[in-house]
């Protein structure tokens, strides 16, 4: 019998930028994996024992009343002792995870950015851009807890920042994602196989690509097109298309630019634009900017899917709204919280989208079922970090 | 800090490594200081797993007739089996670590009167 544990870090495929880690480095993240795990799947349903048992019934005596937001459960819910702990303890968990991928990479940062620059310099496919500035809601606070976040640079020219979230991905999903962390781009190479079997978008667009662990897969799909990694943070997109170099990945080229002035394209230039776990880190007024400018460059016939966690919509039980909230308090993921509060069709119909052309499917993370866990929503979910989405796209109408 | 306009600059990694997150840490707790040793503690479990996983990989290496070097404790990477069988061990050594949240899990479940009640009721029945 197969026992219910993560696979062993030691599992992740060495690509030619994976940072080496010694052996206690990677027995960390075994910890770090299991611990996740457990948090998750053990303690986790005792938030809800605690709200249904005492939380709830304390609030209905002080109140008279049914909570009538998420925020009412989360106030009352961060006085509980347990639900503090086990904030608490999360936290601690993406903190360690943060140092621990940080010591792995800054130790051997030289050798990491001479590695990079040795699949970079002097290639097309990698263009960055100074006058790129980063966005206010990039700035706000460091996303995931991560230290200088995305764009941050231990000295110019660096790739630590996108390093470090390669490694760590496997901490943070316990192996969910796969050997290469690309269980999510490879499931959406499979869903359009099996959607249009016959199906060759020529030019790809992936929003908010990072260090490319979703863009690349759908490349090696598809490798008659031509794929284009955006993103505003310099050091991810250096450590990611060194990555894709490495991993012998040609037809995806890495560039920084912003998704909300994609004026260098012409309308109608890509056949796919994509977008992963990506919308919740923008803000109220750029999400819709970039939806208008994606469904703008958006061929007719093409596809259009933003993967995200599931919505917050009016027949999902409050409770459940304000544990997936989580993360936009724990987490440094501010704009999480109100962006899943917003109707998704909604906001695509804005941008272009009929209702009509619409459709939201589930995503699980395509991976090595022989080695990595197969991820389920359920009780014992990691809520926002489960390899498992809700994909809301729509194909553009024909001209 | 971080170097300024060289590429090469060296790079304090231990310092640097442990560089807060912009944006305030939320309190868990009434006393801060609860929060640091938690923080402490959580870190001090995560070695001790580290240390026990070295020692399961020194003894696979000695079992396995290896003279022992460094760099084959560095290298060592389990196959499924022995990956299954530590992953159990760190399993069941974070259970035990985290009991008391795990049987408090239990209590609300399933709550008990406070121990007076039966004291009393024994003292009647």
Redesign the interface.
């Known amino acids: 019998m197969r026992s219910d544990v993560p696979p062993p870090y030691t599992a992740l495929t060495l690509h030619g930028m994976m940072p080496r880690t010694s052996h206690d480095e990677a027995a960390r993240f075994n910890f770090l994996a299991n611990l996740n795990k457990y948090l998750a799947g053990t303690l986790g349903p005792g938030n809800k024992i605690a709200y249904d048992t005492r939380v709830l019934p304390a609030f209905r005596a002080e109140h008279g009343r049914d909570p009538r937001h998420r925020y009412d459960i989360r106030e009352a819910m961060n006085r509980d002792p347990f639900h503090r702990m086990w904030s608490a303890l999360k936290r601690n968990s993406m903190e360690m995870r943060q140092h621990n991928g940080r010591q792995i990479v800054l130790r051997q940062l030289d050798e990491l950015d001479a590695q990079a620059r040795q699949y970079n310099e002097g290639r097309a496919s990698l263009e960055l851009d100074r006058s790129i500035a980063i966005p206010p809601y990039q700035a706000a606070v460091d996303t995931h807890c991560m230290p200088g976040s995305y764009y941050g640079e231990e000295r110019p020219g660096d790739v630590a920042a996108g390093a470090n979230y390669d490694v760590g991905l496997f901490a943070t999903t316990g192996g969910g994602l796969g050997g290469l962390s690309d269980g999510g781009g490879q499931a959406l190479v499979e869903w359009a196989r099996a959607e249009r079997p016959n199906w060759s978008p020529r030019r790809i667009l992936d929003i908010g690509c990072t260090v490319g662990h979703n863009a690349v897969p759908i490349a090696a799909g598809f490798p008659e097109a031509e794929v284009v990694a955006i993103d505003t943070a310099a050091p991810a997109l250096r450590y990611g298309h060194a990555r894709a170099q490495a991993l012998g990945v040609r037809n995806i080229n890495f560039v920084q630019m912003n998704g909300e002035d994609l004026s260098r394209f012409p309308d109608g230039h890509f056949d796919w634009v994509q977008t992963t776990m990506f919308l919740h880190e923008l803000s109220a007024q750029a999400m819709p900017r970039l939806l208008a400018e994606a469904h703008r460059v958006l061929a007719p016939g093409g596809l259009i899917l933003h993967l995200e966690q599931p919505q917050y919509s009016a027949d999902m039980p409050l409770y459940e709204q304000f544990i997936r909230d989580w993360d936009a308090f724990n987490n440094n993921e501010p704009f999480w919280s109100s962006m899943h509060a917003v109707d998704l069709k909604d906001a695509m119909e804005e941008a272009g989208f009929s209702r009509a052309d619409q459709f939201v499917i589930g995503v699980r993370a395509v991976v090595d079922e022989a080695i990595f866990p197969r991820s389920d929503a359920g009780e014992g979910e990691d809520h926002g970090r489960a390899a498992v989405w809700h994909a809301y796209g729509a194909w553009k109408k024909a001209a | 800090m971080?170097?300024?306009?060289?590429?090469?600059?060296p790079?304090d990694?231990?310092a640097?490594?442990?560089?807060?997150?912009?944006?305030r840490?939320?309190d868990?707790?009434d006393d801060p200081a609860l929060?640091r040793l938690?923080?402490m503690l959580?870190?001090l479990v995560?070695e001790v797993?580290?240390l026990r996983?070295?020692f399961d990989?020194v003894e696979r290496l000695l079992e396995a007739g290896a003279v022992l070097d460094r760099s084959a404790?560095?290298d060592?990477?389990?196959d499924?089996a022995a990956?299954?069988e530590?992953?159990?061990a760190?399993?069941a050594y974070?259970?035990r670590i985290?009991r008391a949240?795990?049987q408090?899990?239990e209590a609300?479940?399933a709550?008990d009167p406070p121990v007076m009640h039966w004291v009393e009721e024994l003292a009647k029945r």
């Open positions: 971080s170097a300024k306009g060289d590429p090469d600059a790079v990694w231990i640097r490594a442990g560089a807060r997150a912009k944006g840490r939320p868990y707790f929060d938690l923080s959580m870190a995560g797993s580290v996983e070295r990989t404790i560095e060592y990477a389990p499924r990956g299954d530590r992953g159990l760190t399993k974070i259970a985290m949240l795990q408090e899990l609300m479940e709550p």
